[in-house]
């Protein structure tokens, strides 16, 4: 495994000069699905946004706006059975697993009917229907966790891969490096997806990581990493889909650094000072993931009209799911001493 | 005068071993570095190398010998120009064993009743005196008893918990190939094969969240701590991620995991090597926490922790890793959680303790028993859930308790029971409950400042004597 980023690309036979690939064209359909579920994602986000203006939802919130190519783009790599996990920006993540935008928006308010029954809230929602292992609120503790899933899959021999998501921050934990090691050794069936979205809350990758082509972070265990336009959606599923084939073939683990951009605080009470207005709208303005899609869609003759359809469609869901939210109680008290023990 | 060579200690806690063979006869020659003899513990066997140059004069231990304390003068090397004819100068064994054996004396203090080395399987160790033990009463009258050491108790409850399950799995560090770092894995990974027996790189916080990924998803693992002083790095995964999940996901996803290994002191590791850590998972709601002292409870216990289906903590202690008990030779022998048991009945006072905290305790009742005062000694087993009604039970009846632990006393276990006692039999009480524990001070490395630290026999009459105002 000399040079393993070059072997995986000459399986796809697209390599270009520097080793990146060409995005695969999608289908209108594949086009459709992915401009709908990343509407979702931000329409959801948006709402979440104003919802703790309003204060019906509390603690932290960290919204996934400006990211949202990427869980989209490696959900459509995926296979029923395989595993998601993630740290604490999770709303996105949960959307393109296929939870309900209800369930989720009623766990940040609290509620009865949220995925967690209220008990977890924005950081900490779960779903085993959907195979979504959560929702991790400690940086880095859902990358060991995320190679245990992948330690299941292999112990039991089927040939479901886990997706670990974690961001530039938690790519300096300890424990990462621990799983990367035992995932090499054991060759695991797990994608590390690296949502670097070049803040670590305020820090910038520049002044947190002596290596930021986080790509390569796993040299010294061999494993192939590749760095992907997370900003394209075909990209993200041309990424997706080597990586997936390399895992189910059991190679072992494979690295993909999404790069990416989030537009909003790293939390609901960051003013993100650290960064200018400029660079923000220059990113929103050239890269915007769901703008990319709007455009191709447009250049091959789909009305206005038909896109408001889809966005009015995402609207209607977003609103009843913060209305259920809202409305939905409490969970009642005798719900404080519950789940604590099987 | 020529040289003797003593028995050698191989780990901080071996006290006998047997000597297995001899590879060097009496006139060879002998060169530092040389390997004169193999040694055999529970545990391993290991090569005896000479230290010094001369000619092997006399094997004093003949090869196959058991149970040889360690310090015994096994064979003398003669150093040039000293003959047979020298041995006579040669002190007599007994004299030229360092005497007193500091680490021997210090491992006794701390040994289990009527176990006095606890490291030896040891058939020719002095008889227990027999407790007053309540019946357990999970076991049918009549059942045959085979006596084991704590190791294979733990052993025998692994593998069949393995048979039974084909998701429950084990890993940990030297778990497998190297059989157990203190051999509890015996025969495992022959028996089950790498699959299931998984040796892991020395890295806990990060296989403590695989184990705790692969029991999100259904497996069942037990996650061996080499001891749980390196579970410090691993603490963020069983706490915030094993104990937490069932609730944050709203009774979803929930965690059958067990966490097991050497807590507490050893002997003679200093600080950072001997702690106790039953009052800090104790803390975690969402966490069982298990601390067993004799070897059925171990056998027991353990098969229950494995079939939990919530995270357990199941704290061993390598003092009594060596000491053997009688299992009940019962095709299932699974004890419940969360059970304590009356070991010693009595009117006076009651004493409650765990793990190795039961040595004291059981030594201290017979200590009081010969000045009339008859202790009644409860083996806590489970410390989360915390069987609150045995020891109030008990101490309605005795109006006095004193509670035993190796730990530290601020916040420790001792406290949570007083407190318990104070909510729930205040009005039995005839004195202030008494805490003996770990002195507040981390432990030191030296023979007699590991003892001080340590809690006493004495400590504990001293405090029973205390609250009966005698």
Redesign the interface.
């Known amino acids: 495994m000399a040079a393993p980023k070059k072997s995986v690309a000459k399986e796809s036979g697209q390599e270009k000069a520097d080793g990146s690939h060409e995005p695969l064209e999608f289908t209108r359909e594949q086009e459709l699905t992915a401009l709908r579920d990343m509407l979702l994602i931000r329409r959801f986000e948006e709402k979440a946004g104003q919802l703790y203006g309003m204060g019906a939802i509390g603690g932290f919130c960290h919204l996934y706006i400006g990211q949202e190519a990427i869980v989209v783009g490696m959900q459509m790599a995926l296979k029923k059975g395989d ?1 998601v ?1 993630t740290g604490y920006r999770d709303h996105g993540h949960m959307l393109a697993c296929g939870m309900e935008a209800k369930g989720v928006m009623a766990e940040l308010t609290g509620r009865h009917g ?7 809230g924005s950081m ?5 229907e959907k195979n979504f ?6 940086v880095g ?1 859902q ?11 292999r ?1 039991r021999g089927n040939d479901f891969v886990s997706l670990a998501y974690f961001g530039d921050g938690a790519s300096n934990q ?2 990462v490096y ?2 990367f ?2 995932a090499e ?1 054991w060759k695991l069936p797990v994608i590390y997806v690296i949502e670097n979205n070049r803040y670590a809350m305020g820090t910038s990758v520049t002044r947190s990581s002596a290596q930021t082509d986080f790509s390569k972070r796993g040299i010294s265990f061999n494993i192939p990493g590749e760095q992907v336009d997370g900003m394209d959606v075909r990209a993200v599923k041309a990424a997706g889909d080597k990586a997936v084939q390399w895992c189910r073939e059991g190679k072992g683990p494979f690295i993909l650094e999404m790069q990416t951009y989030r537009y909003r605080g790293h939390s609901m009470s960051d003013p993100a000072k650290y960064r200018t207005r400029e660079e923000v709208d220059k990113v929103r303005h050239d890269q915007d993931p769901i703008e990319q899609v709007r455009n191709r869609l447009l250049a091959a003759k789909m009305s206005e009209q038909e896109l408001k359809a889809i966005d009015a469609e995402v609207r209607e869901i977003v609103n009843a799911a913060a209305d259920f939210a809202q409305h939905d109680p409490e969970p009642d008290a005798s719900e404080l001493y ?5 | 005068m020529p040289i003797q060579v003593l028995m050698p200690a191989l780990s901080p806690t071996m006290e006998k071993g047997n000597l297995s063979k001899w590879l060097k006869k009496e006139g060879e020659s002998i060169k530092s570095g040389d390997v004169i003899a193999e040694i055999e513990t529970d545990k391993a066997t290991m090569e005896v190398e000479a230290t010094d140059e001369g000619t092997l004069g006399k094997i004093l231990i003949p090869e196959g010998s058991q149970d040889v304390a360690v310090n015994t003068p096994i064979a003398t090397i003669l150093s040039d120009g000293e003959s047979a004819a020298d041995l006579g100068k040669a002190p007599a064994p007994k004299a030229a064993a360092p005497s007193p054996n500091v680490a021997e004396e210090v491992a006794e203090s701390r040994s289990p009743v009527g176990e006095g080395k606890p490291m030896i399987d040891a058939p020719k160790a002095p008889p227990a005196p027999k407790a007053v033990a309540e019946p357990d009463p999970e076991v049918p009258e009549g059942t045959e008893m085979v006596t084991m050491t704590i190791r294979e108790a733990l052993r025998d409850a692994m593998a069949e918990e393995m048979r039974r399950d084909p998701d429950v ?1 084990i890993m940990g560090e030297e778990v497998a190939e190297y059989q157990g770092a203190y051999k509890v894995s015996q025969g495992l990974l022959q028996e089950f094969g790498a ?1 299931r027996v998984i040796d ?2 020395i ?1 806990e ?15 069942k693992p037990i996650v061996e701590f080499m001891t749980f002083n390196f579970a410090m790095q691993a603490m ?2 069983i706490i ?2 094993a104990a937490k ?10 965690c059958s995991i067990v966490f097991r290994g050497p807590n507490g002191a050893a002997a003679r590791v200093a600080a950072q090597h001997s702690q106790d850590y039953s009052a800090w998972y104790s803390q975690v ?2 966490l ?1 926490v298990v601390a067993p002292f004799s070897a059925a409870d171990y056998k027991g216990l353990l098969k229950a922790a494995i079939r939990d ?2 995270p357990v903590i199941f704290l061993e202690n390598e003092m009594l890793y060596g000491h053997s008990g009688e299992v009940p030779k019962l095709d299932d022998y699974v004890i419940p959680l969360g059970k304590a048991r009356i070991v010693r009945t009595g009117g006076h006072v009651t004493i409650v303790s765990w793990s190795n905290g039961m040595s004291y305790a059981l030594k201290a009742a017979d200590e009081l028993a010969k000045e009339g005062i008859e202790a009644e000694v409860i083996d806590l087993r489970t410390l989360r859930p915390m069987d609150t009604e045995t020891i109030v039970a008990s101490v309605k009846k005795t109006g006095r308790a004193v509670t035993v632990e190796e730990g530290w006393q601020q916040n420790g276990v001792g406290a949570e029971i007083a407190a318990r006692i104070m909510e729930h039999a205040f009005d039995y009480l005839d004195a202030p409950v008494a805490r003996v524990s770990g002195k507040d001070v981390p432990m030191p490395y030296a023979a007699n400042l590991e003892k001080l630290a340590l809690p006493s026999v004495a400590e504990v009459v001293a405090a029973a004597k205390a609250v009966c105002y005698r």
Do not use: C, W
Request: aromatic fraction near 10%; glycine fraction near 22%; avoid cysteine.
């Open positions: 595993q996990i949220g995925y967690s029954k209220g008990k977890g900490h929602m779960f779903s085993k292992f959560g929702g991790h609120g400690i503790a990358v060991s966790l995320g190679t245990g899933l992948a330690f299941a899959n112990y300890g424990q621990e799983s090691n035992m050794l519950t789940d604590i023990y099987r | 799995f699959k892991t790189p890295t916080h990060g296989f403590a969240g695989i184990g705790v990924g692969a029991a999100m998803a259904g497996l963020d995964q915030n991620s999940t069932l609730y944050m996901s709203g009774g979803q996803m929930g709601p969402g069982k289906p919530n």
